[in-house]
């Protein structure tokens, strides 16, 4: 849920998992093209209770094991929470700005997670000492490192 960031993220991570249908929920043609090259494989353009049917639909029936919901807002968080197939996960990673019917959920044994990502975790170390700084430039422009820590 959500043709962001975190949401076309989290289509690459699932297709590069070996997820074999990726559906991706959004609404800017530039983004769902980009998360189409990513590995969605279905789009979703509709919103509330149309997007609703049309991922009920799109999933046979009984809706999606994984649910990423990456918006926030009160009507992606519902719709996450309904399109969840029972037994499934919805994992809330919007930063929530509204409620989720937890009984609900309960009641289909819907797991539910989410929180803040541990960016920094996952950041590769690269140190460098300040005359090799063109090394930390290259090394950030070759893809090599997401940041360089320059010491004097």
Known sequence: MGDGAVGLCAVLAAHRAGVERVLLLGHHERRLEI????GATDLVVARG?????QIIDITGGVGADLV????????????AA??????GVVSMVGGPHGELDLFGCFLRNVT???GLAPVRRYLPESTLPL??????????????????LVTA
Do not use: S
């Not at 998360?35 to 990513?38: K, L």
């Not at 209770?49 to 049917?53: F, G, L």
């Not at 005359?131 to 360089?148: E, N, S």
């Open 68 to 79: 990423v919901e990456a918006v926030g807002e009160q009507d992606a968080i519902t719709t």
């Open 131 to 148: 005359p090799d700084i063109d090394r930390g430039y290259r090394a950030v422009l070759d893809r090599r490192a997401t940041k360089v």
């Open 82 to 87: 309904a399109v969840c197939a029972p037994g």
């Open 49 to 53: 209770p149309e997007a609703h049917d």
């Open 35 to 38: 998360g189409r090259n990513f």
């Open 112 to 114: 539910l997670t989410g």
